[in-house]
């Protein structure tokens, strides 16, 4: 069973930056992609950004392309989301998220593993 801890969220300012880190428990990550999605009250759940674990390979969302950057460390079993030039609509709860295969997907439903999310929130 895959966990998956979320940290590294708070309320800033417009403008402001935030990283989030992903930790998970499993030590063999090559065969993963790992995703962040968020929601926001009354809204689906919507893809952010996803990572093939094995080549580095990614995806984002258009609403925070050239804004966030998702990455992720090797050694500890760990998945990054920075989040520069944060605006009000980028406030949600933001989950991190794993599936197994080599598909870098969008789809929240395919993502079998979710941590319990971390909550951002911007200020105008």
């Known amino acids: 069973q895959v966990q998956l801890v979320e940290s590294g969220g708070g309320l800033v300012q417009a403008g402001d930056s935030l990283r989030l880190s992903c930790a998970a428990s499993?030590?063999?990550?090559?065969?993963?992609?790992m995703g962040w999605f968020r929601q926001a009250p009354g809204k689906e759940r919507e893809f952010v950004a996803a990572?093939?674990?094995?080549?580095?390979?990614?995806g984002y969302a258009d609403s925070v392309k050239g804004r966030f950057t998702i990455s992720r460390d090797n050694a500890k079993n760990t998945v990054y989301l920075q989040m520069n030039s944060l605006k009000p609509e980028d406030t949600a709860v933001y989950y991190c998220?794993?599936?197994?295969?080599?598909?870098?997907?969008?789809?929240?439903?395919?993502?079998?593993?979710w941590g319990p999310g971390t909550q951002v929130t911007v200020s105008s």
């Open positions: 499993e030590r063999t990550f090559s065969s993963y992609i």
């Open positions: 998220a794993a599936k197994r295969g080599l598909v870098v997907t969008a789809t929240y439903r395919t993502y079998e593993y």
């Open positions: 990572i093939r674990w094995y080549d580095g390979s990614t």
